[in-house]
T-cell receptor
Protein backbone atom coordinates (compact mmCIF):
# COMPACT_ATOMS: atom_id res chain seq x y z
CA UNK A 1 0.00 0.00 0.00
CA UNK A 2 0.89 3.66 -0.17
CA UNK A 3 1.37 4.10 3.54
CA UNK A 4 1.14 2.44 6.93
CA UNK A 5 -2.36 1.18 7.51
CA UNK A 6 -3.92 0.46 10.91
CA UNK A 7 -7.19 -1.17 11.79
CA UNK A 8 -9.60 -0.60 13.29
CA UNK A 9 -9.55 3.20 13.38
CA UNK A 10 -11.63 3.21 16.53
CA UNK A 11 -12.33 0.49 19.05
CA UNK A 12 -14.60 0.65 22.06
CA UNK A 13 -14.38 -2.33 24.35
CA UNK A 14 -15.60 -3.34 27.76
CA UNK A 15 -13.17 -3.59 30.63
CA UNK A 16 -11.82 -7.11 30.88
CA UNK A 17 -12.18 -7.99 27.20
CA UNK A 18 -9.25 -8.74 24.90
CA UNK A 19 -8.52 -6.58 21.85
CA UNK A 20 -6.34 -6.97 18.78
CA UNK A 21 -4.93 -4.03 16.88
CA UNK A 22 -3.50 -4.52 13.42
CA UNK A 23 -0.72 -2.73 11.56
CA UNK A 24 0.13 -3.14 7.89
CA UNK A 25 3.49 -1.46 7.26
CA UNK A 26 4.85 -0.05 4.03
CA UNK A 27 5.93 -2.89 1.77
CA UNK A 28 9.63 -3.67 2.15
CA UNK A 29 10.05 -1.87 5.47
CA UNK A 30 11.95 -4.18 7.79
CA UNK A 31 11.53 -2.22 11.00
CA UNK A 32 8.15 -1.79 12.70
CA UNK A 33 7.33 0.13 15.88
CA UNK A 34 4.35 0.42 18.18
CA UNK A 35 3.78 3.56 20.24
CA UNK A 36 1.01 4.68 22.57
CA UNK A 37 -0.20 8.26 22.60
CA UNK A 38 -2.03 9.28 25.75
CA UNK A 39 -3.34 12.70 26.64
CA UNK A 40 -0.54 14.66 28.23
CA UNK A 41 1.91 11.75 27.98
CA UNK A 42 3.30 12.21 24.51
CA UNK A 43 4.45 9.19 22.55
CA UNK A 44 5.34 6.15 24.62
CA UNK A 45 7.47 3.45 22.97
CA UNK A 46 6.00 -0.04 23.31
CA UNK A 47 7.87 -2.50 21.10
CA UNK A 48 10.15 -2.63 18.09
CA UNK A 49 10.40 -5.36 15.43
CA UNK A 50 13.24 -6.04 13.05
CA UNK A 51 11.80 -8.53 10.60
CA UNK A 52 9.78 -10.97 12.66
CA UNK A 53 11.83 -10.68 15.82
CA UNK A 54 11.40 -8.14 18.58
CA UNK A 55 14.81 -7.05 19.89
CA UNK A 56 13.24 -4.47 22.18
CA UNK A 57 10.05 -5.13 24.11
CA UNK A 58 11.02 -2.89 26.97
CA UNK A 59 8.10 -0.52 26.55
CA UNK A 60 5.28 -3.03 26.98
CA UNK A 61 3.58 -1.83 30.19
CA UNK A 62 2.52 -5.24 31.51
CA UNK A 63 2.25 -8.90 30.59
CA UNK A 64 -1.28 -8.20 29.35
CA UNK A 65 0.36 -6.63 26.30
CA UNK A 66 1.91 -8.72 23.54
CA UNK A 67 2.72 -8.27 19.89
CA UNK A 68 3.75 -10.41 17.00
CA UNK A 69 4.81 -9.90 13.44
CA UNK A 70 4.50 -12.52 10.75
CA UNK A 71 6.14 -12.76 7.34
CA UNK A 72 8.12 -9.63 8.08
CA UNK A 73 4.98 -7.65 7.35
CA UNK A 74 1.72 -7.37 9.30
CA UNK A 75 1.91 -6.91 13.05
CA UNK A 76 -0.75 -7.45 15.69
CA UNK A 77 -0.76 -5.83 19.13
CA UNK A 78 -2.90 -7.74 21.60
CA UNK A 79 -4.12 -6.39 24.91
CA UNK A 80 -5.67 -8.95 27.23
CA UNK A 81 -8.13 -8.16 30.01
CA UNK A 82 -8.26 -4.51 29.05
CA UNK A 83 -8.30 -1.85 31.75
CA UNK A 84 -9.50 1.74 31.57
CA UNK A 85 -5.93 3.01 31.74
CA UNK A 86 -5.28 1.23 28.42
CA UNK A 87 -7.44 3.84 26.67
CA UNK A 88 -5.19 5.70 24.26
CA UNK A 89 -4.29 6.07 20.61
CA UNK A 90 -2.03 3.25 19.49
CA UNK A 91 0.32 4.23 16.68
CA UNK A 92 2.29 1.99 14.41
CA UNK A 93 5.27 3.12 12.33
CA UNK A 94 7.59 1.45 9.87
CA UNK A 95 11.02 2.28 8.62
CA UNK A 96 13.28 1.07 5.84
CA UNK A 97 16.54 1.27 7.71
CA UNK A 98 17.96 -1.58 9.70
CA UNK A 99 20.30 0.55 11.73
CA UNK A 100 19.81 4.06 12.98
CA UNK A 101 16.33 5.26 12.19
CA UNK A 102 16.34 7.90 9.50
CA UNK A 103 12.63 8.28 8.95
CA UNK A 104 9.67 6.44 10.40
CA UNK A 105 6.31 6.54 8.61
CA UNK A 106 3.28 6.49 10.85
CA UNK A 107 -0.18 5.05 10.50
CA UNK A 108 -3.28 7.01 11.40
CA UNK A 109 -3.59 5.18 14.69
CA UNK A 110 -6.22 3.13 16.49
CA UNK A 111 -8.16 4.98 19.16
CA UNK A 112 -8.94 2.50 21.92
CA UNK A 113 -11.57 3.32 24.51
CA UNK A 114 -12.11 0.94 27.40
CA UNK A 115 -15.45 1.47 29.16
CA UNK B 1 19.18 5.45 28.68
CA UNK B 2 17.91 7.98 26.21
CA UNK B 3 15.55 10.77 27.02
CA UNK B 4 13.99 13.67 25.17
CA UNK B 5 12.58 16.63 27.05
CA UNK B 6 10.27 19.26 25.64
CA UNK B 7 9.71 21.69 28.50
CA UNK B 8 6.72 23.49 27.00
CA UNK B 9 3.41 21.68 26.64
CA UNK B 10 1.76 24.71 25.06
CA UNK B 11 3.17 27.61 23.07
CA UNK B 12 1.10 30.43 21.67
CA UNK B 13 2.39 33.16 19.36
CA UNK B 14 0.96 35.68 16.94
CA UNK B 15 1.28 35.40 13.19
CA UNK B 16 4.55 36.89 12.00
CA UNK B 17 6.27 36.50 15.35
CA UNK B 18 9.36 34.33 15.78
CA UNK B 19 8.84 30.93 17.34
CA UNK B 20 11.20 28.55 19.12
CA UNK B 21 10.20 25.12 20.35
CA UNK B 22 12.68 23.76 22.83
CA UNK B 23 14.10 20.26 22.91
CA UNK B 24 16.80 18.82 25.14
CA UNK B 25 18.09 15.29 25.03
CA UNK B 26 20.08 12.82 27.04
CA UNK B 27 22.04 10.11 25.24
CA UNK B 28 25.50 8.72 25.79
CA UNK B 29 26.29 8.03 22.15
CA UNK B 30 26.19 10.15 19.03
CA UNK B 31 22.54 11.05 18.54
CA UNK B 32 20.41 11.50 15.49
CA UNK B 33 17.64 13.98 16.13
CA UNK B 34 14.38 14.72 14.39
CA UNK B 35 11.33 16.91 14.60
CA UNK B 36 7.98 15.34 13.80
CA UNK B 37 4.75 17.28 13.34
CA UNK B 38 1.10 16.30 13.65
CA UNK B 39 -1.41 18.68 12.09
CA UNK B 40 -5.05 18.48 13.14
CA UNK B 41 -6.66 15.22 12.00
CA UNK B 42 -3.52 14.12 10.14
CA UNK B 43 -0.97 11.47 10.91
CA UNK B 44 2.38 12.13 12.49
CA UNK B 45 5.01 12.98 9.90
CA UNK B 46 8.66 13.89 9.73
CA UNK B 47 9.38 17.62 9.58
CA UNK B 48 13.15 17.64 9.54
CA UNK B 49 16.25 15.76 10.68
CA UNK B 50 19.49 17.25 11.93
CA UNK B 51 21.73 15.34 9.55
CA UNK B 52 20.06 16.93 6.55
CA UNK B 53 20.72 20.48 7.74
CA UNK B 54 17.72 21.56 5.73
CA UNK B 55 14.99 24.13 6.18
CA UNK B 56 11.47 22.79 5.82
CA UNK B 57 8.48 25.16 5.70
CA UNK B 58 10.79 27.85 7.03
CA UNK B 59 11.75 25.80 10.09
CA UNK B 60 15.35 25.07 11.05
CA UNK B 61 16.92 23.20 13.94
CA UNK B 62 20.56 23.12 14.99
CA UNK B 63 22.06 20.35 17.05
CA UNK B 64 24.04 21.80 19.95
CA UNK B 65 26.00 18.96 21.50
CA UNK B 66 27.41 21.15 24.23
CA UNK B 67 23.97 22.09 25.47
CA UNK B 68 22.42 18.77 24.33
CA UNK B 69 19.69 20.71 22.59
CA UNK B 70 17.89 20.63 19.26
CA UNK B 71 15.54 23.58 19.33
CA UNK B 72 13.17 24.19 16.41
CA UNK B 73 12.98 27.75 15.12
CA UNK B 74 11.07 29.79 12.60
CA UNK B 75 11.54 33.55 12.17
CA UNK B 76 7.96 34.35 11.13
CA UNK B 77 5.20 32.00 12.28
CA UNK B 78 2.18 31.33 10.07
CA UNK B 79 -1.30 30.21 11.11
CA UNK B 80 -0.84 26.95 9.22
CA UNK B 81 2.08 26.13 11.52
CA UNK B 82 -0.40 25.43 14.32
CA UNK B 83 0.15 21.78 15.20
CA UNK B 84 1.64 19.37 17.72
CA UNK B 85 5.43 19.14 17.45
CA UNK B 86 7.49 16.22 18.73
CA UNK B 87 11.24 16.09 19.11
CA UNK B 88 12.70 12.60 18.69
CA UNK B 89 16.04 10.88 19.11
CA UNK B 90 17.25 7.76 17.34
CA UNK B 91 19.40 5.76 19.68
CA UNK B 92 20.36 2.19 20.37
CA UNK B 93 17.58 0.11 21.79
CA UNK B 94 17.96 -1.78 25.04
CA UNK B 95 19.52 -4.77 23.32
CA UNK B 96 22.14 -2.59 21.67
CA UNK B 97 23.94 -3.80 18.56
CA UNK B 98 22.38 -2.50 15.39
CA UNK B 99 18.93 -2.13 16.87
CA UNK B 100 17.66 1.39 17.19
CA UNK B 101 14.45 3.00 18.29
CA UNK B 102 12.92 6.43 18.20
CA UNK B 103 12.37 8.04 21.57
CA UNK B 104 9.96 10.95 21.58
CA UNK B 105 9.42 13.91 23.81
CA UNK B 106 5.97 14.66 25.18
CA UNK B 107 5.29 17.23 22.49
CA UNK B 108 4.55 20.94 22.30
CA UNK B 109 1.23 22.21 21.00
CA UNK B 110 1.91 25.33 18.96
CA UNK B 111 -0.92 27.75 18.31
CA UNK B 112 -0.36 30.64 15.93
CA UNK B 113 -2.98 33.32 16.40
CA UNK B 114 -4.07 35.68 13.60
Amino acid sequence: GAGVSQSPSNKVTEKGKDVELRCDPISGHTALYWYRQSLGQGLEFLIYFQGNSAPDKSGLPSDRFSAERTGGSVSTLTIQRTQQEDSAVYLCASSLTQGAVTEAFFGQGTRLTVV
Amino acid sequence: AQRVTQPEKLLSVFKGAPVELKCNYSYSGSPELFWYVQYSRQRLQLLLRHISRESIKGFTADLNKGETSFHLKKPFAQEEDSAMYYCALSGQSGSGGSNYKLTFGKGTLLTVNP
